[in-house]
């Protein structure tokens, strides 16, 4: 069910009459916000918004654990690097944490990952010759898991999360009449403008950053944040997880080592090194057989076709 503490009656009416609504909305989207502070965009994105509708689902354990998620991770040097230690595919430390991200503030750590391996790996933005590596993690919980899912309405409907995404959309719609029932309009825009703000906002991401902090790092219990991939064409969906809930809930099955060696028209040429696999106390690396290179093929589908994901 979703959470909708966050409205009430004098939200609806601090709202202005619809076409200055768009406006504003439409302002906020130009305004430079990167050398403010987290308190000042609070202020500023609420005189714009006036109310922030945070999209909270809770997800059933048994269906969540079902899901497998991928991070990928480039410039890997075994050299410098503990490559045999799970922490080194997890969440970065915070001193490495130097500029905001989509759903992070600098100095402010998230486990980004992926619900495709070609989304994690189409999300780092990977060069020619990058040496890179991507894990698998399975989630392991028995409680519900509190999601806020800035997913729009129109999600295509060869992405996972489609269903929950109209659901969400429509109960937001629905509870609408509680309030204020000629105030729908109004919802809807700023629910398009959230979730649009995710695929949209360039760096610093001033906005969606703010956002994402003040949710993950509150006291309400939010364990992640659900966006599109943009780079997919929203095929595939992000997942930017407090880092309590991965040390807690998130195991690694396996990573594996690969070097790209170009990239044209979201296609890519790599070589696949090493596989590894949790032992009783390390990774434990080794080359793959065939049958595990063909999974991995197949799974990352790296070679799709540009028609798939335009």
Known sequence: MPDTEQFNDSDFDNLPEINLYREKLDKLKSLDLSSLSQKEIHRIVHEHTVFIPNFICLIPPKEFSSYKLY?????????????????????????????????????????????????ALLESKPKKGDFGCISEWRPIINRKVSAAIFLNEN???ANKWNKDAKELHGYLRSITPKFQKEKAAHLDLLNEFMCDLFIEEKPPYSISSWISNSLLYSNRGIDMILYPSSITNSYFTNIAIHPNFADKHLELEKVFQFTVNGISDNKMDYDIGLIGFPGTMNIEWRRPTDAEIEEIISSVKIGIDASTIS
Do not use: M, Q, W
Request: proline share 6%; aromatic share 14%; net charge positive.
């Open 71 to 119: 991070r990928a991770r480039f410039k890997i040097d075994p050299e410098k690097e503990n490559v045999y230690l799970h922490s080194t595919f997890s969440y970065p430390n915070n001193v490495f944490c130097r500029e905001n991200g989509r759903a992070n503030i600098s100095r402010r750590n998230v486990f980004y990952c992926a619900d495709s391996p070609l989304a």
């Open 155 to 157: 999600l295509r409907d």
